[in-house]
């Protein structure tokens, strides 16, 4: 299946995640930072981090989502 959106970062590795479950991180070393919408409001933009693409943070943090899913 082909994305509409593809690529919506630059230097991807991994699709396995179509948003962030970071999000918001909060983290400006990752490229992150506050904008402001039409309305005036901050809002946080991460366009421009790609660590959710890459494949060994994807693969990890796929694996740790599955074992707090399942975790009673």
Known sequence: MKCKYFPCHKD???????YCPLYPCLKNKRGGKFI???QGNN???CSDC???HQKKIAERLE???SRKKYKK
Not at 12 to 18: E, H, I, K, L, S
């Open 12 to 18: 991807m590795d991994d699709c396995r995640f179509c």
């Open 36 to 38: 402001q919408d039409k």
């Open 43 to 45: 809002i946080w933009d």
């Open 50 to 52: 790609n660590i959710i």
């Open 63 to 65: 694996s740790f989502l």
